[in-house]
């Protein structure tokens, strides 16, 4: 019978960024501009909203549905990124038969 994934400490990689590498700080650098630009990028319709009521003839209410949808996308594409990283480490992890 097969046994559930279930990822161990044996299976972290062995290899890691050092705290002061220069690999540590291109990483930090990396995840900062990552963040900034995905909140720059969600909250980029914002300034426009009075536009678009006014341009589509909608409430500011209405309007403002851009910015929850485009945070509604980014929420469902990191589920779906959860689900398949998973899949795959459970997929990757070598399963032992009972004796």
Do not use: K, W
């Not at 400490?9 to 220069?22: F, M, N, V």
């Not at 990483?27 to 980029?44: C, H, P, Q, R």
């Amino acid at each position: 019978m097969p046994q559930p994934c279930s990822p161990t400490a044996a299976d972290a990689p062995s290899t890691h960024l050092e705290a002061g590498t220069p690999a540590y700080r291109r990483a930090n650098l990396a995840m900062f501009v990552g963040g900034f630009a995905t909140f720059a990028l969600v909250y980029s319709t914002q300034p426009l909203l009075p536009l678009l009521a006014g341009e589509f003839g909608v409430s500011a209410a209405s309007a403002s549905l851009t910015v929850s949808a485009t945070t509604a996308g980014l929420a469902i594409h990191y589920v779906r990124q959860a689900l398949a990283r998973s899949r795959r480490q459970c997929a990757r992890t070598p399963t032992t038969p009972s004796t």
